[in-house]
């Protein structure tokens, strides 16, 4: 059998048939029928105030920090262990990141380290609920409202996740989505920026539409458009939302066949990897999660690679993650660590992920037969 990649995009519903009807719809620049399609979608799927396709997940990071108004001598806590996107959105701004560890069992940033974090120029709190694990929200609520600080999900990774019956992007003043190719849902690259507070509303539509009050106008609430804020080109074209809107259509079909192989790892790793080789996935009680990944969490580097070398033999792709952020060139240069992040470098050392996606039998077992075959020895 051919290599069991870690990802393949993969057409899930009809797609193909609203690229061609955007294209016959006769507009395929940004928000046409299929973005609005898109955002009417999201807005109930989620429970969202206001859903607003993105280019990227990183294009929503940095609308919300522009609409947090972040600048120079403000702080942000955020986890180290993400992906840049999430510093460099504060960065752009011109405010610092201060990264802080990980909860060992989660992954997520915990209560705890943030509550140590906090200083006078602490403006924002950026959560990221890693593998689709929602983040423990009351508890970083709390914090944040007894400080005055504003909670941004950056929930990548997150769509279709809930923590106690509540929708991930829901849980903070506004969330980021990604729709990148390696994500659950996707649509090439893409994103979304979700609104829960209604103050930030107006202001979200000005920025992605280069700073203009484009929308406002189509909307007929003014009688021409001009230049009102600072903004950029946030907004996808028209074939990137048809495709999403394919997609979307179909994700609770699409979670449920993702759900059923994470489950089909699961169970067959309780039984064939020794706790003291491999730890697996924890998932709280008070979350549901949408089996954007599966990882396998080794006590050393040397043993996670000896593990990706043994599955690439049998032609199996298995990818580490994040690099953390505050021992790299930029985390250094641009924001700082607070207090030791022994968490974050242990996970990143010994963190494998496992091909993931809506794959067949055959591949699923190839890659369980692997993992089984690396433990016997
Ligand atoms: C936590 C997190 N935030 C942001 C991003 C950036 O997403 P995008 O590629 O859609 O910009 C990623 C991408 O993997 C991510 O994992």
């Not at 990604?178 to 090439?188: D, L, M, Q, R, V």
């Not at 240069?333 to 607070?338: N, S, V």
Request: hydrophobic share 40%.
């Amino acid at each position: 059998m051919a290599t069991v990649p870690f990802n393949k995009p993969k057409v899930q519903g009809r797609e193909i048939d609203y690229i061609r009807e955007a294209i016959e719809l006769g507009q395929i620049s940004g928000d046409g029928a299929f973005t609005k399609r898109c955002h009417a979608k999201l807005e109930e799927m989620l429970g969202v105030r206001k859903a607003l396709l993105t280019h990227s997940c990183t294009a929503a990071l940095e609308m919300a920090a522009i609409l947090l108004d972040l600048e120079a001598g403000d702080e942000v806590i955020m986890p180290s262990f993400t992906f840049v996107s999430t510093a460099n959105a504060v960065c752009l701004r011109g405010a610092t990141p201060v990264f802080v560890d990980i909860d060992p069992n989660t992954l997520n940033i915990s209560p705890e380290v943030i509550e140590a974090a906090i200083t006078e120029k602490t403006v924002a709190i950026f959560v990221v609920h890693y593998a689709g694990v929602v983040c423990d929200m009351d508890a970083i609520n709390a914090i944040a409202d007894r400080h005055g600080l504003k909670v941004v999900e950056d929930a990548a990774q997150a769509l279709g996740s809930t923590y106690r019956g509540r929708n991930a992007g829901t849980l903070g003043v506004m969330s980021a989505f990604s729709f990148h190719e390696t994500k659950n849902i996707i649509s090439g690259e893409g994103g979304a920026l979700c609104i829960n507070d209604p103050q930030y509303c107006e202001r979200a539509e000005i920025l992605r539409e280069k700073g203009t009050n484009r929308s406002l106008f189509f909307r007929g609430a003014v009688d021409k458009y001009s230049w009102v804020d600072i903004g950029s080109s946030y907004l996808p074209g028209e074939i990137i939302s048809a495709f999403l809107y394919g997609q979307l259509e179909v994700a609770d079909t699409v979670r449920e066949g993702r759900l059923a192989v994470w489950h089909r790892y699961n169970d067959a790793f309780k039984v064939c990897v020794p706790e003291d080789r491999a730890r697996l996935p924890f998932i709280p009680p008070e979350c549901e999660h949408n089996a954007h990944m599966y990882y396998l969490l080794f006590p050393e580097l040397e043993a996670r690679e000896a593990f990706r070398e043994y599955l690439k033999s049998r032609d199996v792709m298995a990818p580490f993650h994040y690099v953390p952020l505050h021992s790299s060139i930029g985390g250094k240069k641009f924001g700082r660590a607070a207090g030791e992040l022994k968490t974050t470098d242990a996970v990143s050392d010994g963190l494998v992920r496992l091909p993931m996606y809506t794959m067949d039998g055959h591949e699923c077992d190839k890659v369980i037969e692997a993992v089984e075959a690396y433990f016997q020895t």
